[in-house]
């Protein structure tokens, strides 16, 4: 595998050789202008929107809010390599360097992926998703024509099961809106006359949680407990909540209400998540879902298991914490024009992206490896973007 290095031009192109064997049609050179960017993003629009059906075009445009400001991410110049994936490996996307999914990019998972009806997607996640299930079920099959079972997870949840059939790979969640987008989940923290009624409708779906703000009878909510709403009335007399840190501030009270502590909310609730990028999405088939309380179960099943040794070869890697959740870190010029970086489905390759002026790179993971004094001494020239880290942990 080559060495990790941020050398721009010649060492990118040895390595983008090295992989594709030969330079892609779309060049990933670094410091590409910003109108060079915007003409394949908006080419790729039209196509999209010609090709794709079920693509949801609302126009929409590349700027993202980001913090409190609105920034142009197309002006952005980074170094970026490809090189080889490894199993199993986290490499996690930061929320800060994609954005919310633009909508040009979005589209519906086919039905035979989804375990839901509103499954959306960036378009990046389709062919990668398509072909895994492909070699998944080909696998699964010819384990049971050997006479073998596949091992899922036990409906009453207490432990592992064999079966003697198989299922598709299917997603039940991939995009999911952020704070930044309209129809965010928990947009309704930010009026304060909806507070009773959506607490109590969840205390009551809930009821070991939203302890500290019931009544004495243990059932109805008591808004004069609540630290959601006391955060409004202090904050929010005269205005209204509308930058991100706003929508922060008011999402930690409603953890405080539904956990005791933000500390531990932040372990289940997360306020900005990869799957805002529509690049992260949860398994739920062949005995994985998205629930904490089987996860040791999870780890057992036949699908985890090949995953473990096979996603990479599709691009995917994991968040070990969670054996449903899985993610794709792109270049962020696919990301936003939804021209693929792999141009010969051999998507067995690891993105290494590195902003130019910042050296901030676009996995949580690069960021470690490369923490250099240098980095830590420029902190303020984000033409990349600015950190939002603290706020993208979580259960993601
Ligand atoms: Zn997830």
New binding site residues.
């Given amino acids: 595998m080559a060495t990790i290095t941020y050398n721009p031009a010649e060492t990118l192109q040895e390595a983008e050789e090295q992989v594709f064997g030969k330079k892609p049609p779309v060049s990933t050179n670094a410091q590409k202008s910003e109108e060079e960017i915007s003409q394949v993003a908006s080419q790729q629009r039209g196509i999209t929107e010609a090709q794709n059906q079920e693509a949801v075009s609302c126009g929409g445009s590349q700027k993202q809010v980001i913090g409190d400001s609105e920034q142009d991410l197309t002006t952005v110049s980074t170094n970026i390599q490809i090189i080889s994936g490894e199993p199993y490996t986290e490499n996690r996307p930061k929320t800060s360097a994609f954005g919310e999914l633009p909508p040009s990019n979005k589209v519906r998972m086919p039905a035979d992926f989804r375990a839901r009806g509103n499954v959306f997607a960036h378009s990046l996640i389709v062919s990668r998703f398509e072909l895994m299930n492909r070699e998944w079920m080909q696998f699964a099959n010819s384990l049971l024509r050997s006479g073998e079972k596949i091992v899922s997870v036990k409906k009453d949840e207490t432990g592992n099961t064999q079966v003697d059939r198989v299922e598709n790979i299917k997603i039940s ?1 991939c995009y999911r809106p952020g704070p930044s987008d309209s129809s965010w989940a928990y947009r309704w923290i930010l009026n304060k006359n909806q507070h009773k009624a959506k607490l109590q409708g969840e205390a009551n779906a809930n009821p070991s949680q939203f302890v500290g703000i019931r009544s004495e009878n243990e059932k109805v909510v008591d808004l004069s407990r609540s630290e959601l709403h006391r955060r409004f009335k202090r904050r929010f007399k005269n205005t209204k909540p509308s930058t991100i840190a706003d929508k922060e501030y008011l999402f930690d009270g409603y953890l405080i209400d539904r956990y005791g502590s933000k500390q531990r909310g932040r372990r289940f609730l997360a306020f900005i ?3 805002n990028s529509g690049l ?3 398994v739920r088939s062949n005995g994985l879902i ?1 629930k904490k309380a089987t996860t040791k179960y999870q780890k057992n099943t036949t699908l985890f298991k090949w995953m473990r040794e096979n996603a990479h070869k599709y691009g995917f890697t994991p ?1 070990k914490r ?1 054996p ?2 899985w993610e794709l870190l792109p270049t962020r010029e696919s990301y936003f024009s939804s021209i693929d970086y792999v141009q010969d489905k051999n998507y067995n390759v690891r993105v290494v992206e590195q902003g130019v002026l910042t050296g901030l790179s676009t996995s949580k993971r690069d960021e470690v490896l490369n923490k250099r004094e240098d980095d830590i001494k420029q902190p303020q020239q984000y033409s990349f973007l600015k950190e939002f880290e603290k706020t993208s942990q979580g ?2």
Avoid: N, R, T
């Fill in positions: 969640s998540s990869v799957h992260a999405f949860d998205s968040y969670e449903w959740h259960v993601a």
